[in-house]
């Protein structure tokens, strides 16, 4: 069975850098049929995607934090990660890591179909 | 960017009854080599990450009951709750991903009457 936990500070100075990490178990992060990603919520707000990521290392990544956001994968790990530079209390949400479906005979990307518990990040000084 | 807008924010329905939400996008979803609409629904109930309910705007998710159906095709799309339980009080996303950024509507908060 699947399951994603993610796991990092729930609490960040202003203008560092946040970091999440993304446990994966029940699958291989390996597997051709799916992207894996960020996906975050400001508390009592909507759904915004931040990046994804495939096994073999190919990014995508939300124009509107494109300039602070990373995103990796360690398929020895089982793990992915995000890194956000510059944070700022905007930054403050539920990161959610999430799977993606991909068709991998078409190239097109789908929807996200497993969601882990999520974790809060504030930014605060 | 293809921007999802939800209506109504907010609806309160009485158990039993039935419960429309709405999502519309401002371009097209529907991808005209295979006829498929590039629209999910989410269930997010309190306290818990979302849920994938439906995807090419009408398929459901294995697992999710019935009483949830998708419907429309283009830019205009409708999640129907056939008949409200209690425990289907949650907020509801529609979302694209036909392409990126991949996009949420606001949500809409479903109560009981």
């Known amino acids: 069975q699947l399951q994603l936990q993610e796991s990092g500070p729930g609490l960040v100075t202003p203008s560092e850098t946040l970091s999440l990490t993304c446990a994966v178990s029940g699958v291989s992060i390996s597997n051709r049929n799916y992207y894996w990603g960020w996906i975050r919520q400001p508390p009592g707000k909507g759904l915004e995607w931040v990046a994804t990521v495939y096994y073999a290392g190919h990014t995508h990544y939300n124009p509107s934090l494109q300039s602070r956001v990373t995103i990796s994968a360690d398929t020895s790990e089982n793990h992915f990660s995000l890194t956000l530079t510059s944070v700022t209390a905007a930054d403050t949400a539920v990161y959610y890591c999430v799977r993606q479906h991909y068709d991998i005979f078409t190239g097109q990307y789908n929807w996200f179909d497993s969601w882990g518990q999520g974790t809060l990040v504030t930014v605060s000084s | 960017d293809i921007v999802m807008t939800q209506s109504p924010d907010s609806l309160a329905v009485s158990l039993g009854e039935r419960a429309t939400i709405n999502c519309k996008s401002s371009?097209?979803?529907?991808?005209?080599?295979?006829?498929?609409?590039?629209l999910a629904w989410y269930q997010q109930k309190p306290g818990q990450p979302p849920k994938l309910l439906i995807y090419w705007a009408s398929t459901r998710e294995s697992g999710v009951p019935d009483r949830f159906s998708g419907s429309g095709s283009g830019t205009d799309f409708s999640l129907t709750i056939r008949s409200l339980q209690a425990e289907d009080v949650a907020v509801y996303f529609c979302q694209q991903y036909y392409s990126r950024p991949w996009m949420f509507g606001q949500g809409t908060k479903v109560e009981i009457k």
């Open positions: 371009q097209t979803v529907l991808y005209s080599s295979n006829n498929k609409n590039y």
